[in-house]
């Protein structure tokens, strides 16, 4: 069965910092690409973040570069995906997503084959 659970989100005020983590398990998520990606109310999903299969690789969307960071640890039965998030401001609040992408490390959201549930991140002014 395959699984993509997220957790860590929560509330914080302007300027504080959140560590998500991502459990991804049921197939070889180990050779995929993981991304993340967030949806704020009224709005389209949109790219967060994503790092190839090695973690050799990493893309910021140009609003979080330089606050976030992306790493992976690809263990025998799962692959762990966190996203460590610092200043967080409150155009950052959403509902963020990690998603798996069998091919290719990118932002294109059409190009990942599974999502996890989600979790809330809420920023405070």
């Known amino acids: 069965q395959v699984q993509l659970v997220e957790s860590g989100g929560g509330l914080v005020q302007a300027g504080g910092s959140l560590r998500l983590s991502c459990a991804a398990s049921?197939?070889?998520?180990?050779?995929?690409?993981m991304g993340w990606f967030r949806q704020a109310p009224g709005k389209e999903r949109e790219f967060v973040a994503a790092?190839?299969?090695?973690?050799?690789?990493?893309?910021?969307a140009d609003s979080v570069k330089g606050r976030f960071t992306i790493s992976r640890d690809n263990a025998k039965n799962a692959v762990y995906l966190q996203l460590q998030m610092n200043s967080l401001q409150p155009e950052d609040t959403a509902v963020y997503y990690c998603?798996?992408?069998?091919?290719?490390?990118?932002?294109?959201?059409?190009?990942?084959?599974?999502w996890g549930q989600g979790t809330q991140v809420t920023v405070s002014a």
């Open positions: 049921g197939r070889t998520f180990r050779s995929y690409a």
């Open positions: 790092v190839s299969w090695s973690g050799g690789n990493t893309y910021y």
């Open positions: 998603a798996a992408d069998p091919i290719l490390v990118g932002p294109r959201k059409s190009e990942y084959d599974y």
